[in-house]
């Protein structure tokens, strides 16, 4: 099993570019996250789904939209990049309430 | 709203134990979970407590208390490799939220 992965590992935008993240996990799970990490800030959740065809946002979705078109997937977009959303992303997924698998991380930078 | 509150940081000495404080304002949370994190990696699963109480799994242990708002990681026989950010999380209505993390130093 490969657990949980991101796609693209790095990239680097203009403002006002967009672009599109890809979660994949194959574990079968319902839930999936999507978390961005700032020095000094931790894991901040920017949009969850709960199942396949469902998304609800988190602590900080402004800028970014998602999709959960199949389970196994989860992308998020970020429509029209700003130097703000310079961060790395994260990506997860759970089976129930406890135990979260992440992805490596995208390293996104603005500039 | 909900709001956890970690040390920023925390030294400890190789082969001591250190404990790690949470605290909350927040209620009617599913359970509160703990991360590992190392520079340059994705966070990492350690413990999770859906009841008061005490948590051991291996070196590591968890406790909560809801009614004190309260939980703690407690890391033993420290090692080398346990110098990391540890996060605490809770899971309230299908929204995993975490702490802003503390950094443990670990010194020789």
């Known amino acids: 099993n490969a657990g949980v992965t991101q796609t693209p590992k790095f990239r680097v935008l203009k403002t006002g570019q967009s672009m599109t993240l890809l979660c994949a996990q194959d574990?079968?799970?319902?839930?999936m996250y999507w978390y961005r990490q700032d020095p000094g800030m931790g894991l901040r959740l920017i949009h969850y789904?709960?199942?396949?065809?469902?998304?609800a946002k988190g602590e900080v979705p402004d800028g970014y939209n998602v999709s959960r078109l199949k389970k196994q997937n989860f992308l998020l977009g970020l429509e029209s990049a700003a130097p703000s959303q310079t961060s790395v992303y994260f990506c997860?997924?759970?089976?129930?309430?406890?135990?979260?698998?992440f992805g490596p991380g995208t390293r996104l930078t603005v500039l | 709203g909900q709001s956890l509150e970690q040390p920023s940081e925390v030294t400890a000495v190789e082969g001591a134990i250190v404990q790690i404080n949470c605290t909350y304002q927040?209620?009617?949370?599913?359970?509160l979970s703990w991360y590992q994190q190392h520079d340059g990696g994705a966070p990492t699963f350690l413990s999770y407590?859906?009841?008061?109480g005490l948590e051991e799994t291996g070196r590591f242990s968890s406790f909560l208390s809801r009614s004190k708002g309260y939980s703690y990681l407690l890391l033993k026989e420290l090692q080398m490799k346990d110098s990391a950010s540890y996060f605490c999380?809770?899971?309230?209505?299908?929204?995993?939220?975490f702490g802003k993390g503390t950094r443990l130093h670990i010194l020789p």
């Open positions: 997860a997924s759970t089976g129930g309430r406890n135990e979260q698998f």
């Open positions: 574990m079968n799970h319902e839930y």
């Open positions: 789904s709960v199942g396949e065809g469902t998304t």
């Open positions: 927040t209620s009617g949370f599913y359970g």
């Open positions: 407590n859906a009841l008061d």
């Open positions: 999380a809770v899971n309230r209505d299908d929204k995993i939220i």
